[in-house]
């Protein structure tokens, strides 16, 4: 059978009717009836979704790279889909979008997102291990497991979505649903979105692409040696910290306090005397070391062992949770019985049990024999036990804390402990399992992600009246379109920033055997054009050679060490040129766990000190995982995030005092905040993109100030505008009397 969706539809798979007794519809009722048919899932919305889900995922990516996480695109994207739809209509005489294609565009848009996230989180970690970072399985990693969240959400829904709506608000689908009820008669909230968006893609061209100004500011702490108050001039991450709120923000900022205002200098005050390298710096002498060196040699295993204790007392706390969930699901699942085909409402019919248990399985079978992933049967279960399991409770915490705030690096965490922890006790801690483990992380972090973004959508689809198949179908779609396109962006920004160095190359030769293909060049900042062939340097190494990639000349020798700009250590080509390297915090530590576990030498000194830090939070009675990542993060980049969580602060004490209501999840300030991130950090992707050419970068590069009041000053314009979105722009009213019988 196939789904009716009006003029223009795709037709959907031929799929058995939902074969379920239903019970009385709970909750409200939805804005577009079930018995109203209008066009859904047609051609333009999903194509248009799909565009809009690449664009966001590519934005999404620098975000995950740079802070470690991401927001929710639903929203923006929804009211884009509004805004573009309204003009194309007026422009070329169109026929008007219908609500519910409007909600199958930001359906299919938000897979972007959460694909993003899940991908550059644990994929760059093959670069840590000694492994090139291959568009093909980023692709690979993407599309099974972004697929798999999915198909393993769609048993949930009734549980979640329906028969729980009034325990599980889903903040970010209710008011998702809200913008798409308010542009069903006008759409104004865009200008907010379109006003945030430019005024951050300008911002960042003229502080990143033409240097006008100072894109962080640092200074030293008088009196604390070896302390550096520090500051990223960002607009997209002001935003952040508006979204996320300001507890959230303020948590996280303290862990950077610590870190760097307390831990650096404690580090340096008792270090600085000492004769010999401080384990486990082996070379330099605390006193010779920058802030950074004392950061990648002692902060970031602190920070390490904070995430990683965080993350799994998180998973503690919901276990609960998790349990009451999956035998909610079973027993969703149980309800189908053989043979009963029972007519049921156009907005309870989904894809049917079949589509769901054999899609789940062949990507299984995917997952088992593809040879890149060196995966056995073993392998293979823990990624159907671990999705099902962090799926579900990724939806569940969802619905309670809404998608930008999900803890999937937490389940992450504990997916690879567990993984390790396995692989460890049967004796599989060669190379090749080191990347098994990482894969496995990889599918099920996307995952997750991915299920909780499809619950949120299904959330929003419930209250305007959707078809769940209809929103199912177009986020398989979104998130195949988005997987496909995500390794070429994640490589994208790699090697616009690679480093190609001579300096403190091993003194070595390389075995002929160990030589890799095909042959490369450096890159083009290097005027060399020999073509070198490639050595892995991985941990443990024969030849004793720090860990990395190089270039090796026909003698054997290296010419050149690969330093890549996700994790990579070099400040500046050897030409001179600056360069800021993504931090990508969360892939060091997945990197730090398989590597430390499988080989058993991880400096657990420190990762325990990590560890009692997260302890001493929770008896405390604070969250300790955004402390955590805060003591990860460089300061610079958690300080603009405290800034946007004080001015919602601001706001919220504005609005109560005048209204009694704080903001909303879809305020004008907050669609402000999610045109910052976008227009950031779609800015400083196309920017990235531009160092593939280095003379259209020195053509952008005019020159500017380097005042620190300067660049203070545009950050304060930001947050001055920011507020004044929240306090002063007032949106039209609009009817949401229900929509026509019929489009």
Request: charged fraction near 15%; glycine fraction near 10%; charge should be neutral.
């Amino acid at each position: 059978m196939t789904m009716e969706n009006g003029t223009g539809g795709i037709a959907a798979p031929t799929v058995d009717r939902v074969d379920i007794a239903e019970a009385p519809r709970a909750g409200p009722a939805p804005y577009v009836p079930p018995e109203v048919s209008m066009a859904e899932l047609t051609v333009p919305a999903v194509l248009t979704g799909a565009i809009l889900g690449i664009i966001f995922g590519a934005s999404s990516m620098y975000l995950v790279l740079k802070i470690g996480m991401t927001v929710s695109a639903s929203i923006p994207v929804a009211v884009l889909s509004i805004t573009l739809f309204r003009a194309f209509s007026s422009a070329f005489g169109m026929r008007p979008a219908t609500i519910l294609e409007n909600n199958i565009v930001q359906t299919t848009g938000s897979a972007g997102e959460s694909i993003a996230f899940g991908a550059g989180v644990t994929m760059p970690a093959l670069l840590i291990l000694g492994f090139d970072m291959s568009i093909e399985r980023v692709m690979l990693v993407a599309v099974l497991g972004g697929l798999l969240g999915i198909l393993m959400m769609i048993p949930l829904r009734r549980a979640f979505i329906v028969e729980q709506h009034e325990s599980l608000a889903y903040p970010e689908g209710t008011a998702c649903a809200e913008v798409l009820k308010v542009g069903e008669t006008g759409g104004t909230s865009a200008i907010m979105v379109f006003t945030g968006f430019f005024f951050a893609f300008i911002f960042r061209v003229l502080n990143r692409g033409m240097a006008l100004f100072l894109e962080e500011v640092s200074a030293p702490v008088r009196g604390l040696k070896g302390a550096y108050a520090q500051m990223d001039v960002a607009p997209e991450l002001l935003g952040v910290g508006y979204i996320i709120g300001p507890r959230i923000a303020s948590t996280m900022v303290a862990g950077g306090v610590l870190a760097y205002l307390v831990l650096a200098p404690a580090i340096v005050m008792f270090g600085e005397g000492l004769a010999q390298p401080l384990a486990p710096e082996t070379t330099k002498l605390i006193r010779d070391m920058t802030a950074g060196e004392i950061r990648n040699a002692y902060i970031l295993y602190i920070g390490a062992g904070a995430v990683a204790a965080g993350g799994i007392i998180s998973m503690f706390r919901v276990l609960p949770m998790i349990v009451r969930s999956a035998r909610a699901g079973l027993r969703d699942i149980s309800r189908n019985r053989a043979g009963e085909h029972v007519a049921v409402p156009r907005t309870e019919r989904d894809l049917s049990l079949k589509f769901v248990i054999f899609g789940s399985l062949g990507l299984v079978a995917v997952i088992w024999f593809v040879p890149a992933f060196h995966m056995n049967a073993l392998g293979a279960l823990l990624i159907v036990l671990c999705g099902f399991l962090f799926v579900t409770v990724s939806s569940r915490l969802t619905g309670e804390v809404g998608s930008s705030s999900n803890p999937i690096s937490g389940m992450t965490v504990a997916t690879l402990l567990i993984t390790c922890l396995v692989f460890l006790a049967l004796g599989w801690t060669s190379i090749e399992d080191r990347v098994a483990a990482l894969s496995i992380a990889g599918i099920v972090c996307i995952a997750a992600s991915n299920g909780g973004t499809t619950s949120q959508d299904l959330k929003t689809g419930y209250l305007v009246g959707a078809t769940p198949r209809a929103q199912q179908i177009a986020i398989l779609i979104g998130a195949l379109s988005s997987a496909l396109v995500i390794g070429f962006v994640l490589k994208g920004l790699n090697d616009a920033q690679t480093v190609y160095t001579k300096k403190d190359l091993p003194a070595i030769t390389v075995p002929e055997d160990q030589l890799l293909g095909p042959r490369e060049a450096p890159g083009s900042r290097v005027s060399d054009t020999t073509l070198y062939r490639t050595w892995f340097a991985r941990p443990g190494n024969t030849l004793g050679a720090p860990e990395g990639k190089y270039l090796i000349d026909d003698a054997g020798r290296p010419a050149y060490l690969v330093d890549p700009a996700i994790n990579g250590k070099a400040e500046q080509h050897d030409n001179g040129d600056a360069r800021k390297p993504y931090e990508a915090p969360k892939t060091r530590l997945m990197a730090i766990i398989i590597d430390g576990i499988l080989t058993q030498r991880l400096p657990w000194g420190l990762v325990i000190l990590g560890v009692l830090i997260a302890v001493t939070l929770e008896l405390a009675g604070v969250s300790s995982l955004p402390f955590a990542v805060g003591v990860y993060l460089p300061l610079g980049a958690s300080t603009p995030i405290f800034l946007g969580g004080a001015v919602r602060y601001a706001v919220d004490r504005w609005r109560k005092m005048r209204t009694g209501q704080g903001e909303s999840d879809s305020s004008p300030g907050v669609l402000m905040s999610s045109g910052y991130i976008a227009g950031g950090s779609i800015a400083l992707v196309l920017i990235a993109f531009l160092n593939f050419k280095p003379d259209w970068v020195e053509a952008l590069h005019t020159g500017g100030s380097e005042s620190t009041i300067l660049a203070l000053l545009t950050m304060v314009v930001a947050s001055v505008i920011l507020f004044l979105a929240g306090t002063l722009w007032r949106a039209p009213v609009e009817s949401q009397s229900g929509p026509p019988a019929r489009r």
